[in-house]
């Protein structure tokens, strides 16, 4: 499994290197500095709050449901594995190890597996409704600009492709069909899902008020990564109206977190210029862009990669 997160690390860090070298050659001003120095650092801050809030809300869903099963760690290690979570999902193919991570982290401080795979099935739950409930949002959104719409859905097609390509020359070339999560890792999730969904059936009906808690949490997780959006256009001088903006990064939101490449990189970054272009001009949307996924994404699962490091290198020890 850890080899095959280190392919997905190294996937990431191309497809980055692209999309981010493709920007700025495409959109990078010359006077990239003194754009950078102008930035409102009040909104700049507040979309760096954004973050930690994203990140709380993750903790917070994580912790209610871990005690109502009885499963009891720090809340301020709950932040760790909300970082490490980030990181899974960044480096594997439609953010699954999003959901493998944390299986790991919150193992650590021991307790039945059973009751931390219902954990973490019930955050992917909440996460779910979020989505369900926003698609005649998003599909509204989609309908009212065909123009930007036809642009962004060509972009986050090409991309798909592209990566589906990839991803078939790796496993004829390089892996010789071997499944890039491995097909016993892939048998062993679907297996303990369906043996576990019983438990999670369960948790609903005992503690109703708990799922429909983790539920507003998941909610507010969403909005405050659409925040980090809002308020850095607000420190680059943007006047906007925030609830046209809210909606308009739906669909983005929905391709980044749907997307197959790993943790939706280059459909994020480039998918984000068609989105963003509305409200920037042409001169300065590629630093935002960059700044956006580096603040939204990438930060994140650069701590996270080097939390996850560290407890490896500890567990290994005791080993």
């Known amino acids: 499994m850890y080899k095959n997160f280190l392919y997905g690390l190294c996937i990431t860090i191309i497809v980055i290197l692209f999309s981010f070298s493709y920007i700025i050659f495409k959109t990078c001003p010359p006077n990239f500095l003194q754009v950078l120095m102008k930035l409102n650092k009040k909104y700049l801050f507040y979309s760096f709050c954004s ?10 869903r994580l912790f209610f449901v871990a005690r109502s099963l009885d499963l009891k760690y720090p809340f301020s290690y709950g932040y760790l594995v909300s970082l490490v979570s980030t990181f899974g999902a960044t480096i594997t193919p439609a953010h699954l190890g999003g959901e493998v991570l944390p299986l790991y982290t919150l193992s650590r401080k021991g307790g039945e ?3 931390i795979l219902t954990v973490v099935t019930i955050k992917g739950v909440s996460g779910t409704l979020f989505y369900i409930f926003f698609l005649p949002f998003t599909l509204h959104t989609l309908l009212k600009n065909p123009k930007q719409t036809k642009e962004f859905l060509i972009i986050v097609s090409l991309l798909i492709i592209l990566f589906f390509l990839g991803y078939i020359i790796w496993q004829r070339l390089i892996t010789k069909n071997e499944s890039f999560l491995g097909v016993n890792l892939r048998k062993k999730v679907k297996n303990t899902f369906l043996k576990y969904i019983a438990t999670c059936k369960q ?20 909005f405050s990564f659409i925040f980090i959006g809002i308020f850095l256009l607000k420190a680059f001088h943007v006047d906007i109206d925030w609830k046209e903006l809210y909606f308009s990064q739906l669909p983005l939101i929905y391709a980044i977190f749907m997307s197959p490449t790993p943790g939706g990189s ?7 210029l068609p989105i963003f272009s509305t ?3 042409e001169d300065i949307l590629g630093i935002f862009v960059i700044f956006w996924r580096l603040i939204s994404q990438y930060l994140s699962a650069f701590l996270g990669g080097i939390i996850f490091s560290i407890f490896l290198l500890k567990d290994l020890r005791k080993s």
């Open 51 to 60: 973050l930690i809030f994203y990140h709380t809300f993750d903790n917070l």
């Open 113 to 115: 597996f059973h009751k």
């Open 203 to 222: 948790l609903i009906k005992k503690d109703k008020k708990i799922f429909i808690l983790v539920l507003i949490f998941s909610f507010f997780l969403y």
């Open 266 to 272: 280059g459909v994020g970054e480039l998918g984000a």
């Open 279 to 281: 409200y920037l001009s």
